[in-house]
């Protein structure tokens, strides 16, 4: 069936790590849409997600939406090659994860920049984005 990966549209990194996600998922697994878009905000309220808590990236996965380092976690384990084998750090604790990828979240922008609209998908790529 497939899964759904809600991205801030307007950060550099996060529209790196959906090219990045694109490259590395020759199955086409993985569906896109911004967490600014229409479907992305309905897709929030649907599963009850917090958006001052969650502003980087959610996976919805066989029903269920995941958030923070499980979501990354999670994607990661469906990519091709040697990138799956990252899911096994999903053993260290979740406060511990969530703590270090909530401060990279946080400096992301200064990190990496931002954009001032939504990512638009290319041609070839467009048909894997829910916008």
Same mark, same amino acid.
């Given at each position: 069936?497939?899964?759904?990966?809600?991205?801030?549209?307007?950060?550099?990194?996060?529209?790196?790590? $959906?090219?990045?996600?694109?490259?590395?998922?020759?199955?086409?697994?993985?569906?896109?849409?911004?967490?600014? #878009?229409?479907?992305?905000?309905?897709?929030?309220?649907?599963?009850?997600?917090?958006?001052?808590?969650?502003? #980087? $990236?959610?996976?919805?996965?066989?029903?269920?939406?995941?958030?923070?380092?499980?979501?990354?976690?999670?994607?990661?384990?469906?990519?091709?090659?040697?990138?799956?084998?990252?899911?096994?750090?999903?053993? $260290?604790?979740?406060?511990?994860?969530?703590?270090?990828?909530?401060?990279?979240?946080?400096?992301?922008?200064?990190?990496?920049?931002?954009?001032?609209?939504?990512?638009?998908?290319?041609?070839?790529?467009?048909?894997?984005?829910?916008?």
């Amino acid at each position: 069936m497939g899964a759904t990966v809600l991205f801030d549209g307007v950060c550099n990194f996060c529209n790196n790590s $959906v090219n990045f996600i694109i490259e590395r998922d020759k199955a086409g697994y993985f569906k896109f849409a911004p967490l600014q #878009s229409e479907i992305g905000e309905e897709l929030i309220e649907k599963y009850g997600i917090d958006p001052a808590d969650t502003d #980087s $990236v959610v996976l919805i996965d066989e029903g269920k939406a995941f958030t923070h380092s499980t979501a990354a976690l999670k994607i990661a384990r469906k990519l091709d090659g040697p990138w799956s084998l990252s899911h096994g750090l999903i053993i $260290v604790p979740r406060f511990i994860r969530d703590g270090a990828y909530k401060l990279f979240a946080k400096y992301r922008y200064r990190l990496f920049g931002r954009r001032d609209a939504c990512m638009m998908p290319t041609p070839e790529i467009r048909a894997r984005f829910l916008i």
